[in-house]
């Protein structure tokens, strides 16, 4: 009898408490009611430090495609062709049904997005140099597209609508549908050779003075 119930007693104390499976239900519920919640937050979070980085990372673009573009004005070359290939690779995919103008890459064809980026990119030779003042300033202005999900449709309501080759009010305008950021950066860049030699065959970069 005693091993009887000392068996019947053992057994009642490993099975499960009733209460306590209530509870532990309880607690996955309300885990994934709290993961349901946080959730949507972290990815929006998420999503935004990766725009504001892709930010950072077209500020450096538009600010080598000012350099660029000076430098083309330097040795005679198209400015705005030269800032076009550069902010080519944050051109973003919008572009209008009118651009229609590519800068074609010997052996490789036309560039990507070079299109978009003759209609986003705006450049102002401030300074030609040919003035006497003995050096070159530009200034770019690109129309850089917010391409992260979610992210962007939150500047769109803040944003002025514009059409190609307007001059922007504001940092955020909507262009061709989509969110875009307004950035713009000053180059300038001195001479490195007098007037006179200015037009000397040569060096496309560097003239020929033995002419």
């Excluded at 009733?18 to 607690?27: C, I, L, P, T």
């Excluded at 200034?139 to 939150?154: Q, R």
Aim: aromatic share 8%.
């Amino acid at each position: 009898m005693d091993s009887d119930a000392g068996i019947v007693s053992e057994r009642m104390e490993h099975r499960p408490d009733r209460r306590d499976s209530r509870v532990a239900a309880g607690q996955g519920g309300q885990a994934i009611a709290e993961f349901a919640i946080v959730f949507p937050l972290m990815l929006l979070m998420v999503l935004a430090i990766v725009q504001i980085s892709l930010m950072f990372v077209a500020k450096s673009v538009v600010e080598y495609s000012a350099f660029a573009a000076a430098r083309a004005e330097v040795v005679g070359e198209d400015p705005e062709q030269a800032a076009a290939f550069v902010c080519s690779t944050i051109a973003g995919p919008s572009r209008g049904a009118g651009a229609g103008r590519f800068i074609t890459v010997p052996g490789w064809g036309d560039l990507p997005r070079s299109a978009a980026a003759f209609e986003k990119t705006l450049v102002d030779v401030m300074d030609p140099g040919d003035n006497g003042s003995g050096h070159v300033t530009v200034e770019v202005t690109h129309y850089y597209e917010l391409i992260v999900p979610v992210v962007s449709m939150i500047f769109k309501p803040i944003s002025r609508s514009v059409e190609p080759g307007d001059v922007p009010q504001g940092i955020f305008i909507t262009l061709n549908d989509a969110p875009h950021m307004v950035l713009k950066s000053r180059y300038t860049r001195p001479v490195p050779w007098d007037e006179e030699l200015k037009n000397a065959h040569g060096h496309p970069v560097i003239p020929d003075l033995s002419e």
